[in-house]
């Protein structure tokens, strides 16, 4: 294929190799802008959390659908005999457990996972750290997390038949026939306020859409340098004169 003094030629297996990757790397560019406006959106429902009037969880609730990281309420009594650790969880570069404790509601056999917060690993992973925490009734606030139906593994237990247990993953459903009673669909992330906490600087997100952002240009600019290096070595000078037969 000629175009005034230049001629184009691309094989046929190297044009259809480039096209695959092209489409590859633009694709992945657009995932990238998706995810960024997915964690927009997440934050403004962090943010719109703190606005609404607070929720008060009772033990009737069987959705959390449109209410991520609302304001809540709820009273009770900590289950301070039955505790959970959710395990490789980090703060500041330092590994620990988010400590998850359920607390059972007022004149129900109903009951609420709360996360108390961050705490250090304690020295070994075959000591666990003691978590005191008093049964008396009270009322928590806190911020509503959808934990969905991840999937649930109970995690190296230092002892088979004791308390707390180390946890992986969260899914209520399991958690529930752990502990003989049902919890309500969620996750109460304990307000920095209250008492019988840890370390409680939540977020809800690791880091914010600007880096997807970023990742989206860099795949985009991958994929622009791979069309100019398919079209530099394809595009050739045509001679100055065609050589004729005499």
């Known amino acids: 294929m000629r175009f005034g003094s230049v001629q184009f030629s691309p094989g046929r297996w190297p044009t259809l190799i480039t096209l695959v990757v092209f489409g590859i790397l633009v694709s992945l560019g657009f995932w990238q802008l998706d995810r960024a ?38 009273s009770g009594r900590y289950d ?17 457990y988010e400590v998850l404790t359920p607390l059972k509601l007022d004149n129900a056999n109903v009951g609420v996972l709360v996360n108390r917060g961050w705490i250090p690993l304690p020295g070994t ?4 750290p003691s ?17 969905g139906q991840a999937g649930f593994s ?29 919890l309500l669909p969620l996750e109460l992330l304990l307000d920095p306020s209250q008492p019988d906490g840890y370390i409680r600087e939540w ?15 860099q795949w985009f600019a991958l994929a622009t340098t791979l069309m100019i290096i398919y079209l530099a070595v394809n595009i050739k000078k045509r001679e100055k004169y065609d050589h004729q037969s005499p």
């Not at 703190?50 to 304001?71: F, I, N």
């Not at 005999?81 to 490789?88: E, G, I, K, S, V």
């Not at 992973?125 to 666990?128: K, M, N, P, Y």
């Not at 995690?155 to 459903?173: F, I, K, Q, S, T």
């Open 80 to 96: 301070a005999a039955h505790q959970f650790l959710l395990d490789n969880r980090t703060h500041n570069g330092a590994v620990g």
């Open 131 to 147: 978590l005191p925490v008093s049964d008396a009734a009270r009322t928590v606030t806190g911020r509503i997390k959808d934990v």
């Open 154 to 182: 109970l995690g190296e237990e230092v002892a088979r038949e004791g308390w707390p247990y180390r946890v992986l993953h969260v899914d209520l459903r399991r958690l529930s026939h752990e502990l003989g009673y049902r």
């Open 125 to 128: 992973r075959d000591r666990l």
């Open 37 to 74: 406006e997915q964690k927009r959106a997440l934050l403004a429902e962090y943010h719109a959390g703190s606005a609404t009037a607070l929720l008060k969880l009772d033990a009737g609730l069987r959705s959390v659908k449109g209410l991520s990281y609302q304001a809540a309420s709820v």
């Open 203 to 217: 977020h809800p997100l690791s880091f914010g859409p600007e880096r997807n952002v970023g990742y989206a240009v």
